[in-house]
């Protein structure tokens, strides 16, 4: 049985035992509930255990232990489980048969890179849209949060047999970008000696001036004596264009890549926007009052409802995402999506939630996680600003100080509903301190044992799995085998902060197996047990690289 439908077996395994306690007449049960099965914290209590008899004991009246002890005598051991127990206070524990935990050894080597792959999401078409900023700017530290937490979640979807779209919502339509065009506009004037006048929501980074003088070396001064709102135009389109474009080079320096960048202004230009409010106003959600037009949210249980159109005719950007979404589910037909915003929409959650609804949409098909503020630290000091942009520091300079793998691992670490502090000096050692350094040392720690294996000539295709009997090895197994119903449950849950944790603890295994057997040894009488760690380390280094490519991180072979 591979090791991604092993809790499922125990849930079987469990729901069997339970249907003939109630054949027996032990339990009296109208519905079977739900089997929940876990790991204990401490291996003492088994590999995997369920509290199920806990749970039912005020159900049926009978004690939990008791519960548990009828349960257990009706689970078979096997091929795979040595034994099942009962345990106080009403536990049921599954040990696993130390030979098939060897034997999963081999399984591991012959799936290879496919190894973790689960098929919870049988195909299912999902969307994740994240990072999203206005082209107004380079991405900055807070949005490099949503840009790793997005990128990993992605990668998890499709190794859970989702089918995976990532997409970049470009807004590139409204006030703040009109402000942006004419910041541009303004500092092009002023290189090119014209006096201008800076507008009051203007942008007034350094990267500004620098776009500005590019576009005037390019185009030269052909802007001065155009129309006003002719020149805004144009030296818009191209601001536009050059920002979208550093910002796509910038998350690529992170390994942050999309399938699509969705233009705001399609929504408008393709009639996607008149058809969503045409939908809504026929299901009686929108209405007019004060010149303005409501989008009518206390139908469907919100606190107030929400302005669609201002009294002067312009969308809100409300409009325009129930537009987008209108496009995500109707248009394309996603069967989910999940959304990742920053910290400053949370506020916008339940009423596109509501707008969701009133599409015809069920709303638990759209998932919104806030991605919240992060703190960057060098040390005690608290790093505020960046000369550059004047008040923010931006991905790239975060980037080129700590490196893509230390940006994407430690933005990992945290759930995106908690303020995080970003420690560079902590993401630049080169330490056990650092978990970055000490998970992709244990990878290249692997990847030299299997370098001097090969300089060695040493043939170990023929392993005999079963010498593979020390704690440590069996341990090491079991950190191995956790993958794939990780990649399961983070695919479920939405979670991938659990990744890096994941590795740490398969690191962790994987040091202490290093330290209590020694794997190369020039001892002929060592040959079967050489060979067979060799296998175990094999196995160990495709789970590395594993891990470490679903985080989006590079598996170096030395360090």
Not at 187 to 210: F, Q, S, W
Request: aromatic content about 8%; glycine content about 6%; charged content about 25%.
């Amino acid at each position: 049985m591979p090791a991604p439908l092993m809790i499922e077996l125990i849930q079987q395994l469990v729901a069997q035992a339970l249907e003939a306690a109630r054949q027996e007449g032990v339990l009296q049960l109208e519905t079977m509930p739900e089997i929940q099965v876990e790991r204990p914290g401490n291996s003492d209590h088994g590999d995997f255990a369920t509290n199920l008899p806990l749970r039912l004991a005020r159900a049926t009246r009978i004690s939990p232990l008791e519960l548990a002890q009828s349960l257990a005598a009706h689970i078979p051991t096997g091929d795979v489980i040595e034994r099942v127990e009962a345990a106080p206070p009403g536990f049921v524990n599954f040990y696993l048969k130390d030979s098939w935990l060897q034997q999963q050894v081999d399984m591991v080597r012959q799936a290879g890179n496919e190894f973790g792959n689960v098929d919870t999401g049988h195909g299912r078409r999902m969307m994740v849209e994240f990072v999203s900023v206005n082209p107004t700017g380079p991405v900055h530290v807070g949005h490099t949060r949503g840009a790793v937490l997005g990128s990993a979640l992605a990668n998890i979807l499709e190794a859970a047999g989702y089918e995976v779209t990532r997409e970049y919502y470009v807004n590139d339509a409204g006030s703040q970008m009109q402000a942006f065009y004419r910041s541009v506009l303004t500092r092009y004037k002023e290189h090119l000696g014209r006096e201008a006048e800076m507008p009051d929501n203007g942008y007034m980074g350094d990267y500004i001036i620098d776009l500005a003088k590019e576009i005037a070396d390019s185009e030269g001064p052909r802007f001065l004596d155009q129309d006003e709102e002719q020149a805004l135009k144009e030296i818009g389109d191209i601001s536009r264009a050059k920002m979208v474009a550093v910002i796509k080079e910038d998350l690529a320096g992170i390994g942050v890549e999309f399938d699509n960048w969705f233009s705001e202004r399609t929504l408008y230009q393709e009639g996607e926007y008149d058809d969503a409010l045409k939908l809504l106003r026929e299901k009686g959600y929108l209405s007019e009052r004060d010149n303005a037009l409501w989008f009518n949210s206390t139908m469907l249980g919100d606190d107030k409802d929400n302005v669609v159109v201002r009294s002067s005719g312009e969308p809100t950007y409300f409009a325009s995402d129930i537009a987008y979404h209108y496009n995500k589910f109707i248009s394309r037909g996603f069967d989910a999506v999940v959304d990742i915003w920053g910290a400053d929409h949370q506020g916008h959650v339940p009423r596109m939630k509501s707008a969701v609804q009133a599409l015809g949409i069920e709303p638990g098909r759209l998932t919104v996680l806030i991605s919240q503020m992060v703190t960057l630290r060098r040390g005690s000091e608290v790093v505020r600003a960046s000369k550059r942009t004047g008040d923010f520091v931006t991905l790239k300079e975060l980037a080129e100080e700590v490196g893509r793998d230390a940006c994407r691992f430690f933005f990992l670490t945290r759930t995106p509903a908690t303020q995080m502090e970003f420690d560079l000096e902590l993401a630049k050692k080169e330490s056990s301190e650092n978990p970055v350094y000490y998970v992709q040392y244990a990878h290249a720690r692997n990847a030299s044992i299997i370098s001097l294996a090969r300089e060695q000539n040493i043939d170990w295709s023929n392993g005999d799995v079963s010498l593979l009997t020390h704690p440590s090895e069996l341990e090491l197994i079991r950190a191995i085998l956790r993958l794939p119903e990780l990649v399961a449950q983070m695919a479920e849950a939405l979670e991938p902060h659990h990744l890096p944790h994941y590795a740490i603890d398969l690191a962790n295994a994987f040091h202490t197996f290093y330290e209590n057997c020694r794997v190369v040894s020039s001892k002929e009488e060592d040959n079967a047990i050489t060979a067979a760690r060799l296998k175990l380390v094999e196995s160990a280094q495709i789970v590395f690289r594993r891990s470490l490519e679903l985080m989006g991180m590079s598996a170096p072979d030395r360090m």
